[in-house]
């Protein structure tokens, strides 16, 4: 499966975003789709992660209650919703898709991951 995330802006603190990852290929139901980010000179971290139905989400803490993940498998689309936006949310996200939603939660070396190319999100105070 192929990922292309985009929907990044710059926006004001307090103000909101959605970003977009569109899946190609036949089974991205199949996969549960995740969201990470990476500010500059910081490691990569979990934004937050869903089942492949969609049914199941978690979010890292600091993010929780301001981000909402959803998914249509028929439009093979995975979403980010980013509400009150914070000037620490500023970083690239990526959306990437894996065997299982544990494998997202905690990447590991033995797990596949397909990585969408990133979109800049930038907030301002």
């Known amino acids: 499966v192929q990922l292309q995330a985009s929907g990044g802006g710059s926006v004001m603190a307090g103000e909101s975003l959605r970003l977009s990852c569109v899946a190609s290929g036949r089974y991205f139901r199949n996969y549960a789709v995740g969201w990470f980010r990476q500010a500059p000179g910081q490691e990569r971290e979990f934004v937050g992660a869903?089942?492949?139905?969609?049914?199941?989400?978690y979010y890292a803490d600091a993010v929780k209650g301001r981000f909402t993940i959803s998914r249509d498998n028929v439009e093979r689309t995975a979403w980010l919703q980013m509400d009150n936006l914070k000037v620490e949310d500023t970083a690239i996200y990526y959306c990437?898709?894996?065997?299982?939603?544990?494998?997202?939660?905690?990447?590991?070396?033995?797990?596949?991951?397909?990585w969408g190319r990133g979109t800049q999100v930038t907030v301002s105070s």
């Open positions: 869903t089942h492949g139905s969609g049914t199941m989400t």
């Open positions: 990437a898709a894996g065997n299982t939603l544990q494998a997202l939660l905690k990447l590991s070396p033995v797990e596949t991951y397909y």
